[in-house]
């Protein structure tokens, strides 16, 4: 990399971390001067609706901050299209939410230093071009036709009438029909897990039913263990966590079930575990890939630092790390930006990986 791109980066990471560090300042300055401007919105949303418009700019800013932080205008305007949707299923019309981010990039623009401002600027007025003409609507997950379609339908159906006892028994009666556990983690568990956060975000289900759902599904997983760990090992270890700070853990979980079901030795630390511990669980394994998972962007950050530390252990540069999550999806670059080796995009890829990354290893010993 030439010294002006090692540079450009550094002013970028030094830009995202300002905004960051005045996020709570900035988002009660966007939505003071929101409301003054526009005092029909008081009348409108009331002091209930200011808070909430405060919350919302403060996490739009921390969107914004990573974006800015890992240069991704992808990552920015990706989240602009989620929040569109979000708040239109709430009574926020996108006119709403132009008007709100226009603001945003003004008071950025007259409070931030010139070179923070301008990266964060040019970030908000590219999503604002974009804004009228990003989708009303996010897509299905479970479509007719699909692979398991009506299984993963009844699946999902059950969950959401919190019968966990239905669910289960049709897992359970797939796998004495013979589906592989492999199609049911990709084609039932990983699909409807996405559909159930589509329903959250068009306001459909509510936070508590989002989190019955992944529960249940975790309980099944876990139900499903005396079939997953059955199979001939190749000697490979996968360490499994997700980021540090991330709730959402059972795409990462999935992943390490999907390479135990390819042989695989694995470890899944859940989530919440201190890069330290992550550290440590590597070494003392001598893991071969350590897997990090992150789905909010703001949550990148934590698995960089987690990288970092892996390749200052002893195991330093032995270990393959692979990422992946929502937040990796969205900007093919970023794996590598911040020091992986590979991404799955779902579990599909995953799959494809374990076996790439076993050949790799074999070919080593």
Known sequence: ???????ETSLERAAGAAIEAQRTALAEA????????RPELLLRYGDEGREKSRRDAEFHLSYLAEAVRVDSGLLFSEYVGWAKILLASRGVGSDVFAAHLATMRDVLESTLPETTAGFACRMLEHALRELPQLPDTPPEFITPG???????????????????QLASRLIFDAVERGIPLEELYLHVF????????RLWQINRVSIAQEHYCSAATQVIMAQLYPRVFTGKRHGGTLIAAAAYGEAHEIGVRMIADVFELRGWNTHYLGANVPPDGVVQAVNEQQADVLAVSATLAYHIRAVERLIA???RSAIGTQIKILVG???FTIDPRLWGKIGADAYAMDLAA??????????ERSAHL
């Not at 966007?30 to 401007?37: C, I």
């Not at 059950?158 to 966990?164: N, S, V």
């Not at 995953?350 to 050949?359: F, R």
Request: a positive charge; proline letters at 2%.
């Open 325 to 327: 999550g929502y937040a």
């Open 146 to 164: 699909g692979p398991h379609a009506q299984l993963a339908g009844g699946y999902l159906d059950a969950l959401l009438r919190w019968d966990r």
């Open 30 to 37: 966007v939505v003071q001067r929101e409301f003054s401007q």
């Open 190 to 197: 990983q699909s409807s897990q996405r559909a159930v956060g």
């Open 309 to 311: 530390a892996v390749r």
């Open 350 to 359: 995953a799959a494809k990986l374990s076996e790439q990354l076993a050949k």
């Open 1 to 7: 990399m030439s010294q002006v791109s090692d540079n």
